[in-house]
């Protein structure tokens, strides 16, 4: 045994001798303790803080003596006195092993900090950006060994880093002397750590000691809005998010209508590129302006988006998306600088865009699979990203199966007669009273119920001017409960149902469920509205039946609802109407904008990258178009909840009636004619 | 022993034994025969032409009967048809083994052909250049096994090529499509094989079969004169050459007058960058339209350039290279797209530089060093790169040394009182008779000597207009031959020489070498000439000299000359001046534009980028600067030919009178101040 001081960290519990006289950070690096440091030892960073603990420990079977580490010497004093050391911080490369010791290393001090999610559910990120830090001091060019002042800077950066091999950035090579010498031949690299077997790449270069933070942008591209987050690389926080529309918009509402643009105009495709590059270019200008972030500061940026958004962002015409076999120009998650795209954020910016998983499935469904991790998930868990088109995941650590279904916007609002975006004033919440028939609801503004006291005056601004896509759901699942809707989606007439709230209009029969006021005409459900969504939720329902019948299983343990809608969405209402497998209730969670977070992951966590790249390739892709059962599923899957599968978990928690209200004339099946359509 | 027909490959040898029924190109690669084929045996490229042999071969050891190839194919007889195939060749992808057989792969089927070098003392260029091209069929897109153009696209050329990771620039995801489908999902890559580490990267997409071939430019950007050459990278061949005036020129004729003038006025460093590549993208465009060739084929591009030149070209502020420690910023080889150094080629053309050896030892020098190859040298050359600046080699098997010396402009015509460039009615050749003391000469433009019957009618057009470099060097030579000079550089008077062409000009005489007519008055040597040519030949004697002392050594094996000047100069008359260190006259040879050739070796074969980049590091540089033994050598070979020196195998074969014309006013020495330039 050597009889060389016992240096135990925690929390990792890594232990080693060292002789009397080891800086603690040389212990940490030869022991592989996650301990920062950007100045390579000089004490000038304080990123390797650390705090000695004394006393006896019987768990590490050690005692501790009150000088087991050095006193402190000039540099931690001058750093204290300029900068303060907080209590019982020592700075690991200046104190030294003199006897056994025991050091923790705190969270602020480790580079692969966790980074904490706010759902239970899910996994922590572990902070391991593409982006580090390293301060160097280079050697002065001398006449006598002529060298570049580069290969000068690479050779102090290799010893620094340990590569082999580093590159640099072409625009570094005009600021590199003037830089040098500014910094009296001290520098701040920022090294980029790309995908494996690529050479790290100094991206800027500021002279002296730079202590960052650096950052990174993680975008969500979507067809209606592009939602940026800028993120520190160093702690993993988000420090500013902002949103804005897509300036696409302006050639088309959905993706389709964009599709049919840059088809019928040459060079279409061309400028629809050119505004959502100035979109972007706007977005990280005002992200950056709002947290006070310096535009060079920010070096990686992270993009996830369908795969139409995607072709257009890159400069490729979608016209091979638009139509059979929807061949993707590539799939690959791409690398490149952020400049070949046409972002103007630093001139060593990187972007990376997740992979496509297939003409469907985009990059933002390969963010909401590296969020939610079903390849990682012990239970089979069945993922739906609801949006005007649906892509669904499913899968477990057994594998994952991938489709898209073309839901169409009724879920959005549209194609309902009352429907509306979610907007104050629009009906969110329902019940209706399975004896009474009569309605309750709240609307987008107000926490109170509209048979609560004040209601009126609650929504005196507001008013009551539709039903938004929750709303909706919410409505018809009641309205199925109570009776007034038949398994085939047909409304009974107010003699079948005993409610005059049920009238006739056209040949089928409305509910009414505001009366309206002097502003505002009643708002009603129409039959056509219930075809709507029937055909909305049969598309959703047939995709992940489809996944169910691959995967050879008739339920599934958890359903996760991502996205926007899915956030508001209330899982017994979405059951009732057959949108979703059959599940315990408490089964069902959200998981928000997963696709961002994926996006975010990705920019945090580099080896995400290589992670999510793999999972994609190992997906097996579903093409519902060219599945023949998938047009079963749906005809089954238009009945609410479903002609074939008996959802028995949802019925022995839920009253559903079971009246017909077919007298002949009605269109019981609730399919029809559909067509494709793409997420929103 | 193997039963299967023996196959033997000629000119390598390679032989093996093959299955009956194997294709001559699967044997070929199996052996590792270089036999060419861009179209991986489709029959379609027709590059893997062989030519059977037929009968006894006792030499191998075979007899090859009639029909030990397979017969024609339909492929074949298709091939002949429609393109012509010539006698006695087949396609070696459809002609299969039958029976033992010797194969002849000529010269236009390999794919590392020997490129023929004008001079005999210098290796074959072997053609291995950075780009190559691959045909392939891409798997058509199907919706059951979803992936994106690009990833099939990939497998197919992995496949082809047997790289396992190749990448694709960004500015080809958007043709790729079209172009997929245009060529009925064949296409042709170009693909370029970057340095050591690096994957290969597809730069360039045809539809269909394309046939190639593609080319590079070889550019030696000379701070006076742009020169480009045009190469075929199939055949290694020069189709064009073009050169142009350096734009630069109005900024100042020489290098440290531009060096000032981007100290003088802000962003001129920038100007004069914008300057060369303007220059340079009109050389591109005169040599591409001169050769008939298509931008679009040119991939490839290799630099070389003094330092200066390098830094203004890459847009780095050149300021300080003006200045002691002379630090470059940057000394290694760059690799580069063409595009981020402002050149308008093609979107996917790579440039690549080659390094610097030290701060005034550019990439010129390295192509020299390239070109003349003294670390493969078994006897000690010295190599002479001869312009206002002179880069310096020394060396031979066992290491290289390399120093640049100030030699100034005077053998360029400058600072000569009747100097001018060598142009039509320039005196380049002067003998004197050494008992008259009367000259004949040469002009540029006429094949008499000025004493030959109907020379003034040969000059009519041009007159007799000045001395060029070459023509000063050898006045003075046969001044020194002819005893109408002493030792010192002092020219004698009528009375001490004996003739009337000397005469007092001043405080020093002057030699008439012609007398004038007419248009133009007489042509004559002042002592103020020998004065500048002495300074500029001690200047490069003393760098030679200083290597020749590091390496310890009293004599070279061979002198090369390099460059424009090089090319013109007679050894003899350099050696009686000093200009180079004695040696037998038939060791001293001429090189041409070495730097150039540099360039186009580095162009047509990729392996020898990493061998100029390892020689480069290995190459020991002195800085005659700081080297206090410089000053006495200069000192020593301000004489003529040397006051130290003796020159024993120069003084076997030239007789050199030693007459002392100095009468105690004149400056004995030759010394006097320097001040450092730089090449032209």
């Not at 609002?413 to 979610?422: F, V």
Request: negative net charge; proline residues 5%.
């Amino acid at each position: 045994m050597s009889s060389d001081p016992l240096v135990i960290f925690t929390p990792s519990g890594k232990r080693g001798n060292f002789p009397v006289g080891t800086p603690i950070l040389t212990a940490a690096r030869q022991l592989g303790v996650d301990l920062d440091s950007v100045c390579g030892g000089r004490g000038i960073c304080s990123k390797c803080q650390i705090t000695p603990s004394y006393g006896e420990f019987p768990k590490h079977g050690v005692t501790v003596a009150e000088n087991a580490l050095s006193d402190w010497n000039k540099v931690e004093e001058r750093y204290d006195q300029k900068r303060g050391l907080a209590k019982g911080r020592r700075l690991g490369c200046q104190a030294t092993v003199q006897g056994d010791i025991v050091i923790d290393v705190p969270p602020e001090s480790q580079v692969h900090k966790q980074v904490v999610r706010k759902r239970a559910e899910v996994r922590e990120i572990t902070l391991n950006s593409t982006m580090s830090l390293s301060y160097v001091e280079v050697e002065q060019p001398d006449m006598h060994k002529p060298s570049g002042d580069l290969e000068r800077l690479m050779t102090a950066l290799k010893a620094a880093t340990g590569h082999d091999y580093i590159e640099i950035d072409t625009h570094l090579l005009r600021p590199l002397q003037p830089i040098l010498r500014k910094g009296d031949w001290t520098v701040t690299a920022a090294i980029h750590q790309g995908r494996d077997g690529r050479a790290p790449r100094i991206t800027a270069l500021w002279p002296g000691y730079f202590e960052g933070p650096l950052f990174g942008l993680a975008v969500d591209l979507g067809s209606t809005t592009i939602a940026g987050h800028l993120c520190n690389l160093s702690t993993g926080e988000v420090v500013a998010s902002s949103g804005l529309m897509n300036p696409q918009i302006r050639f088309g509402e959905d993706l389709m209508s964009r599709v049919s643009y840059a088809m019928m105009n040459k060079g279409g495709d061309l400028e629809m590129t050119a505004a959502v590059r100035e979109g972007l270019n706007q977005l990280v200008k005002d992200i950056s302006t709002e947290a006070g972030v310096e535009p060079a500061q920010i070096l990686d940026a992270v993009f996830v988006m369908n795969p139409v958004m995607h072709h257009l962002f890159m400069g490729i015409d979608p016209f091979e998306l638009g139509q059979a076999p929807f061949a993707l120009a590539t799939s690959d998650a791409l690398d490149l600088m952020a400049s070949e795209i046409g972002l103007d954020i630093a001139p060593g910016t990187r972007a990376y865009l997740l992979p496509c998983i297939a003409g469907h499935v985009g990059a933002d469904a390969a963010g909401v699979a590296l969020s939610e991790a079903p390849d990682k998930s012990n239970d089979l868990a069945l993922i739906v990203d609801v949006g005007t088109n649906a892509e669904i995941l499913l899968g477990d650590t057994n594998g994952v199966l991938a489709c898209s279904s073309p839901t169409g916007p009724a879920f959005e609002g549209a194609q309902i007669s009352a429907g509306q975006r979610a907007a104050p004033g629009a009906i969110e919440r329902v019940e209706i009273d399975p004896i009474t028939k009569e309605p309750r609801f709240r609307v987008i503004g107000s926490e109170l119920w509209s048979d609560d006291e004040g209601f009126e005056a609650a929504i005196a601004t507001t008013g009551v001017t539709g039903i938004c896509g929750s709303g909706i759901i919410e409505i018809i699942a009641e309205m199925r409960m109570a009776g007034l809707v038949d398994t085939s989606g047909l409304i009974g007439s107010a003699e079948q149902t005993g409610t005059s709230r049920c009238f006739l209009e056209g040949r089928t029969n409305s509910y009414r469920v505001w009366d309206g006021d002097a502003d505002q005409g009643p708002i009603t459900v129409t039959n056509g509205d219930i075809r709507a969504i029937q055909m909305a939720k049969a598309a959703l329902y047939s995709g992940a039946r489809l996944l169910m019948d691959k995967r050879g299983v008739d339920q599934v343990d958890r359903v996760v609802l991502a996205g926007a809608f899915g956030a508001h969405i209330s899982a017994k209402h979405a059951m009732v109407l057959g949108m979703i497998p059959d599940c315990p209730l408490d089964k069902v969670t959200s998981a928000g904008n997963a696709a961002g977070t994926g996006a975010r992951i990705a920019l945090l966590n580099r080896e995400s990258r290589s992670q999510i790249e793999t999972l994609v390739r190992q997906i097996e892709k579903i093409e519902t178009a060219v599945e023949p059962s998938f047009q079963e599923h749906f005809v089954n899957a238009s009945a609410l909840p479903n002609s074939s599968d008996p959802f028995p978990i949802l019925r022995s928690v839920v009253d559903l009636p079971e009246p017909s209200f077919n007298t002949g004339g009605g269109d019981a099946s609730g399919g029809g004619r559909r067509r494709r359509r793409r997420s929103a």
